[in-house]
């Protein structure tokens, strides 16, 4: 089955400053990935996808993600971190037919005033 | 409307106790799934189902049974709770296909005493 690894559990980082999540995934065929956001008491919400295209993808609230083959990475990027972005942020890898998606350990981020 | 919606948010029962958390979702989805988050927010699928049949059943005792009425419906009752069985339980639905995120529902947190 396919997987993914989320190396950084927690990062802080300052209002203003730019951010870079990383994401791993393992799967034998095109991967179907996927950011997610988690605020605290909350279900996940969908930043953004990748399937097939333009490997730099835009997603919700100024996040952005590059899929990147050749390191199996799928890292999201944002410019200027808001105190609004602090959250959980989950990185998932779909199957052919989505039945079964893989969840990452996710990232804990604070955001500094 | 709440598109993914469980009940109830908040479980609290004693060891050995049988409940049940009920999910709903009114976005003509094919697949619904349940979810465990753990107290790490570890996401770990338990099932999924597509059109009331049973795709995906990981590794979870059998003390967990989910059971689907209709597409629009799949709850998860478990028998004979363990202390381990605290957790968030996350309901989410999807059209089934590749490149199509999963919608949650906000999520039932589970504490046996």
């Known amino acids: 089955a396919q997987s993914v690894t989320q190396p950084d559990i927690h990062i802080t980082v300052s209002e203003g400053a730019s951010l870079e999540l990383r994401c791993n995934y393992s799967y034998g065929a095109t991967p179907y990935l996927f950011w997610y956001v988690q605020s605290p008491g909350q279900g996940l919400q969908l930043l953004l996808k990748?399937?097939?295209?333009?490997?730099l993808v835009q997603g919700i609230k100024g996040f952005e993600a590059e899929f990147k083959r050749s390191q199996s990475s799928f890292n999201l990027r944002k410019p200027s971190v808001h105190w609004s972005d602090a959250a959980e942020y989950f990185c998932?890898?779909?199957?052919?037919?989505?039945?079964?998606?893989?969840f990452g350990a996710g990232t804990r981020l604070t955001v500094k005033p | 409307d709440t598109a993914v919606s469980q009940t109830p948010k908040y479980l609290v029962t004693q060891m050995g106790n049988d409940k049940s958390i009920k999910c709903e979702q009114n976005?003509?989805?094919?697949?619904m799934y349940w979810y465990k988050q753990d107290s790490k927010k570890f996401l770990k699928i338990m099932f999924s189902?597509?059109?009331?049949?049973?795709?995906i059943n990981e590794t979870v005792p059998n003390r967990f049974s989910p059971k689907s009425p209709d597409k629009a419906h799949l709850n998860l009752h478990i028998n004979s709770l363990e202390l381990g069985d605290s957790a968030v339980y996350f309901c989410a639905s999807s059209p089934g296909q590749s490149n199509s995120p999963l919608h949650f529902g906000n999520g039932t947190r589970l504490t046996v005493t």
């Open positions: 998932a890898v779909g199957s052919y037919n989505n039945n079964d998606m893989r």
């Open positions: 990748y399937f097939s295209g333009d490997t």
């Open positions: 189902y597509n059109n009331k049949e049973l795709i």
């Open positions: 976005l003509g989805h094919d697949t």
